[in-house]
């Protein structure tokens, strides 16, 4: 599996991201039925958006999110960076999977 922060940024007004929000909301909860996702939320400021997932591929990702609400109306611009987790808290070891390390306190 790899693993990615999503950063999302807005590239509309926030009166029309408001309209989207709710469906990106659900599109998100989807997401972590899936197990795809670990978190998520707003920037602060609200200029967009970030979110840890993983994937078997970086185009497996891109592809899911391309049926994101605010992609579809071209409302945000997303950036993967792929990421390799050495160190997680045990809490999440089922979600990171093998080949990492728990951190120990």
Not at 13 to 30: G, K, M, V, Y
Not at 44 to 49: E, F, L, M, Y
Request: aromatic share 12%.
């Amino acid at each position: 599996m790899k693993f990615f922060v999503i950063e999302i940024t807005y590239c509309a007004p926030l009166t029309e991201i408001d309209c989207a929000l709710s469906a990106h909301r659900q599109f998100l909860q989807n997401a972590y039925d899936q197990n795809r996702l670990l978190l998520s939320g707003p920037q602060n400021p609200r200029t967009g958006g970030i979110i840890v997932a993983r994937g078997r591929s970086l185009d497996e990702v891109q592809a899911f999110f391309a049926s994101d609400p605010y992609q579809m109306a071209k409302l945000a611009r997303y950036r993967y960076i792929e990421f390799a987790p050495v160190k997680h808290l045990p809490a999440i070891a089922d979600w990171v999977g093998d080949g990492t390390q728990a951190s120990k306190p």
